[in-house]
């Protein structure tokens, strides 16, 4: 009888032992979804900052046509200026300036005068309002002027170079 009650309670306690790992089976199967849960929260915020960055991607250049006109009158806030090229009826500005909260509106006016220096010359700025956006981020921005109106005569190719206040050096356009 001893040896009856030995062997059930052996059999009792190996019971509870499957149990325990039974258990044990079932909480790391619930672990296991845990974790599965958390990859899939963390490949929702992945596709999160996929579209992010879809957005972030660079925005089209800010397109402005030139026009002619008193060049010293027009105030300006700051800006600087990065690169300028022309290509064909176009100026092409890489600009930086702070901001970042505020829509930033540009312009560019070129001066009346000419000089009368082979090829002619004529001075260009670009007016940046900032629209008293106090933010301080360092914005990067293409400006695309169009500078047919800066040509020294609309019919047929002709040659000018324009100075542009705050570059360095002279852009060579020849009207297309």
Same mark, same amino acid.
């Given at each position: 009888m001893k040896s009856i009650l030995f062997i059930g309670l052996i059999a009792f306690a190996f019971g509870c032992a499957?149990? !325990?790992?039974?258990?044990? $089976? =079932?909480? =790391? *199967?619930?672990?296991?979804?845990?974790?599965?849960?958390?990859?899939?929260?963390?490949?929702?915020?992945?596709?999160?900052?996929?579209?992010?960055?879809?957005? @972030? !991607?660079?925005? /089209?250049?800010?397109?402005?046509? #030139?026009?002619? #006109? *008193?060049? @010293? @009158? !027009?105030? @300006? *806030?700051?800006? =600087?200026? $990065?690169?300028? /090229?022309? =290509? #064909?009826?176009? $100026?092409? $500005?890489?600009?930086?300036?702070?901001g970042g909260c505020a829509h930033h509106r540009f312009e560019c006016i070129g001066s009346e005068a000419i000089s009368k220096s082979l090829p002619p010359q004529r001075s260009i700025k670009l007016i940046h309002n900032d629209d008293n956006d106090s933010c301080e981020s360092l914005v990067k921005q293409t400006i695309k002027v169009d500078i047919q109106p800066f040509a020294l005569s609309a019919a047929g190719r002709s040659n000018i170079v324009l100075f542009l206040e705050g570059f360095r050096g002279e852009l060579n356009y020849t009207n297309i």
């Open positions: 499957n149990h !325990k790992n039974n258990s044990a $089976l =079932e909480v =790391e *199967d619930k672990e296991v979804e845990i974790v599965e849960a958390v990859d899939d929260e963390n490949a929702s915020t992945d596709t999160q900052t996929e579209d992010y960055e879809e957005d @972030s !991607k660079p925005q /089209r250049p800010y397109q402005v046509k #030139g026009t002619i #006109g *008193d060049v @010293s @009158s !027009k105030k @300006s *806030d700051a800006y =600087e200026i $990065l690169s300028a /090229r022309v =290509e #064909g009826n176009n $100026l092409y $500005l890489e600009i930086s300036y702070t």
